[in-house]
């Protein structure tokens, strides 16, 4: 199984980005994906998760700028940033809790970097 994050970029305080993140491989099914991000000397911090029923989480720090969502088909799930901070800058990796055998495992992707600067 691997898990495919693309997205990242420079863009201006204000702007928006949308990053994704794709799950490949034989599996079962995917049971949650979430978004995590570290930003420079700082430890790596939970941005949004999403499960495979549509149930959401946000961090306190993207609630209402942000919007997590899974694809139909249950393989792939997308950050919407909105009103994007320098604060918000940092490596943003995709985590995913996919069931192949009998348990799930826990999968994480290569991180995509995100900057917000002027």
């Known amino acids: 199984v691997q898990l495919q994050a693309s997205g990242g970029g420079l863009v201006q305080p204000g702007e928006s980005l949308r990053l994704s993140c794709t799950a490949s491989g034989s599996y079962a099914r995917v049971n949650a994906m979430t978004w995590y991000r570290q930003a420079p000397g700082k430890q790596r911090e939970l941005v949004a998760g999403v499960n495979y029923d549509g149930v959401t989480n946000y961090a306190d720090s993207v609630k209402g700028r942000s919007t997590i969502s899974m694809n139909s088909a249950k393989n792939a799930v997308y950050l919407q940033m909105n009103s994007l901070k320098p604060e918000d800058t940092a490596v943003y990796f995709c985590?995913?809790?996919?069931?192949?055998?009998?348990?799930?495992?826990?999968?994480w992707g290569k991180g995509t970097l995100v900057t917000v600067s002027s």
């Open positions: 985590n995913a809790r996919i069931r192949v055998g009998i348990r799930p495992d826990t999968f």
